[in-house]
């Protein structure tokens, strides 16, 4: 096998097994990564089901879902009579302001916890008051933090193709 083939392979179950951690089934993770490294940045149903070997139903199932949850969107090409799907535009910005969303529903979570347990000791409160003040924390930092991805985007993305462009492909590790 094509050592390069395979080590796309591998990245794309690495993928699935990544967004399976976040919920979505094993096939949405296989199609996000297959839309992540292909060249050009779509492909359609049927390039889809060559690439992951899988049937045209479960690509579609999958690309359904992700469109439905805002991953994914479908565009048509001019020229073309099949549809092409890629990953949004502006999705990891987007998932910024999903998450603040998301965040304030935990509170809705963590208020009617506390309502339920009005009367109890502050023990049994402790886990609902710990999820309010990380929330809150969350909620706090998001909008500085896509602010600051807004102005420094196009710094980032400058220095790293250069550092691409001039054989540097390591990266500053985040690792503890």
């Given amino acids: ?3 390069g083939k395979e080590r796309l392979r591998q990245f794309i179950e690495n ?5 399976e951690e976040h919920g979505l089934p094993r096939m949405a993770g296989r199609v996000i990564g297959a839309l992540m490294i292909c060249a050009p940045p779509y492909l359609s149903h049927e390039e889809m089901a060559e690439q992951l070997q899988a049937s045209k139903g479960s690509i579609s199932m999958s690309t359904q879902l992700l469109m439905r949850i805002s991953i994914v969107e479908r565009i048509s090409l001019p020229g073309h009579r099949r ?4 990953l949004r535009e502006r999705l990891w910005n987007d998932l910024l302001s999903t998450r603040a969303e998301h965040t304030l529903k935990h509170l809705k979570l963590v208020d009617d916890g506390l309502a339920l347990l009005e009367d109890e000791p502050v023990e049994a409160k402790m886990r609902l008051i710990e999820l309010q003040v990380f929330s809150d924390f969350v909620l706090e930092a998001l909008p500085e933090m896509a602010d600051r991805w807004e102005r420094r985007r196009p710094e980032l993305m400058k220095n790293r193709l250069a550092q691409l462009a001039s054989g540097v492909s390591e990266r500053k590790s985040h690792e503890n």
Avoid: S
Avoid at 15 to 19: R, V
Avoid at 83 to 86: D, G, Q, S, T, V
């Fill in 1 to 3: 096998m094509d050592l």
């Fill in 15 to 19: 993928t699935a097994d990544l967004m």
């Fill in 83 to 86: 549809h092409y799907y890629r």
